[in-house]
Every structure is written in structure tokens, then in C-alpha cells.
């Protein structure tokens, strides 16, 4: 395999407080989605391109949960690792997941595939690492949501592709430098975890609450938006269609997939 994941980008997620904070902001309600699919859950779980490992909420208050998690990012792991998390680095896209066939219970891929050139070969490594029966829980992002059929209808640049490597482009409204490179529907997630020796079992929809980002992460908001104003209310306002949207996984900014090893 060959490297394309790159380090800087992911690094730059996690260099401040308040990058954190948008970080998390971002996958709120995606949080409480997941910990509805994770409910009673007991044994060795792998985060996939963890991050600060805010997975570790989902199964609070559990003293049966061994907590793993792999990430390029030095800073992520950091972070991860004060929350007790036993970390490895490792880039995914040309390096296999370090631990032994048949580890986990469960493995978590959250925005984590469409980062990397060939996202098969992780959904591969995640299946080797599972155990026969255990469950992988996937999170992408949805090329045809409702908020990128707006975004494209009015002119704008859809969420969750990029013109660029890693040149930010400032002056592109919503041009998030995001280190995308595959995208998705809800149909062509469902057929690639088929194709990789899984069953999908259930599919729930998620929204990014971009509102609530712009209007907290004050010192993001020139690069976020690209320099234009865009009244705060309005973007309050697709907070809450996306809440409509989520009930239809096809129509949600991001779709969650669980799905058995077969």
C-alpha cells in the first residue's frame, strides 16, 4: 500500500482547545446515536482512526470495556491516551491494524474510511481483527444529504469533498480542507461492507450541527466560512431541518452503519 494520509492535516485537528471543541461539537449528536447502538455492550473495542478517542463517553460508567485505539495523528493520541485508551500509531493506508486476529468484540470506524485511498483494505484489517460474530459500527459522511443538495442547488461547494490535496482554498464558501477522498451513500456504504464479508444490520442517520460551530468557535469562523457572512439564525435554521433530515439515512449528513462479521 501506499501512504496518503496526511499527518499535518490530522495533526492540526488537535493542536488547540478550541479546534477540539469543534471537533467535538461536530460529532454530538452522531455521540448519541452510536451509544444507543453500543448499549449493554461488554468487552475489547477498537477505535479506528480514534482521534481524542471521544468514544470512550459511549461506554461510561462500564467497568467491562478494554478500550484500544489506533491514529496517525501524535496529538489525537495525546489526548486519547489521557482518557486511558491503550493507543498505537499506525497510518492506515499502508500499514495493517497492529494487533492480532481475532482481538475485539467490537471495532469502530467513525469518519475514518473515507480518508484513505482504499478503504477496503481497512474494512479488510477490521475484519481479520474481529472476532467471529463481533460487530463493526462505520460513520461517513453522505455525498447526496439534504445539505448538499441545498449547498449544490444554490451554487455552493458540496460538504465532504475537496478540490485539493492540502492547499486551503479561503475564498470557497464551505470548502473544508478535510482530507476526504472517498464518498458515499447509503447504498454504496452498504454494498462495500457487504462485499468486505459483513452484514449491515442497521442504518441511522446523523446531523453536524454546523450552526452551533460557527456560532461557538468564534476564532473558526473566518475560516470556516470563508470569509462570508451568513446570519446566524439561518444556519440555526438548517440545524434544525437536519434534525428532520436524520430520520432518513439517506437524506442524513452522515449515515451509521452496524454490521456483523459473517
Not at 453500543?38 to 461510561?60: A, H, I, R, S, Y
Amino acid at each position: 500500500m501506499t501512504e496518503h494520509i496526511n499527518e499535518q492535516l490530522y495533526d492540526k485537528q488537535f493542536e488547540d482547545d478550541e479546534r477540539e471543541l469543534m471537533y467535538n461539537l461536530l460529532i454530538e449528536e452522531k455521540f448519541k446515536k452510536m451509544k444507543r447502538l453500543v448499549k449493554g455492550f461488554e468487552g475489547k473495542v477498537l477505535d479506528v482512526g480514534c482521534g481524542n478517542c471521544w468514544t470512550t463517553e459511549l461506554f461510561k460508567g462500564s467497568s467491562t470495556i478494554e478500550h484500544f485505539g489506533i491514529d496517525i495523528s501524535d496529538n489525537a493520541l495525546k489526548r486519547a491516551e489521557k482518557k486511558g485508551v491503550i493507543v498505537k500509531k499506525a497510518n492506515l493506508d499502508c500499514e495493517p491494524i497492529p494487533f492480532e486476529d481475532n482481538s475485539f468484540d467490537l471495532v469502530l470506524c467513525s469518519d475514518i474510511i473515507e480518508h484513505t485511498l482504499y478503504p477496503e483494505n481497512i474494512l479488510k484489517e477490521a475484519r481479520r481483527v474481529l472476532k467471529k460474530g463481533g460487530s463493526l459500527i462505520v460513520v461517513v459522511p453522505n455525498i447526496v444529504s439534504w445539505f448538499n443538495r441545498v449547498l449544490v442547488l444554490l451554487g455552493f461547494f458540496p460538504w465532504g469533498v475537496e478540490s485539493t490535496g492540502t492547499l486551503e482554498l479561503r475564498d470557497v464558501f464551505f470548502h473544508w480542507n478535510t482530507g476526504h477522498m472517498r464518498t458515499y451513500t447509503k447504498k454504496s456504504i452498504g454494498a462495500l461492507l457487504t462485499i468486505m464479508g459483513f452484514t449491515p444490520e442497521q442504518y441511522l442517520g446523523a446531523n453536524l450541527n454546523v450552526g452551533t460551530v460557527i456560532e461557538r468557535c468564534v476564532n473558526l469562523r473566518d475560516e470556516l466560512m470563508a470569509k462570508m457572512y451568513c446570519p446566524l439564525f439561518l444556519l440555526k435554521l438548517l440545524d434544525a431541518a437536519g434534525r428532520f433530515y436524520v430520520l432518513f439515512p439517506s437524506f442524513a449528513t452522515e449515515i451509521i452503519v452496524k454490521a456483523r462479521k459473517v
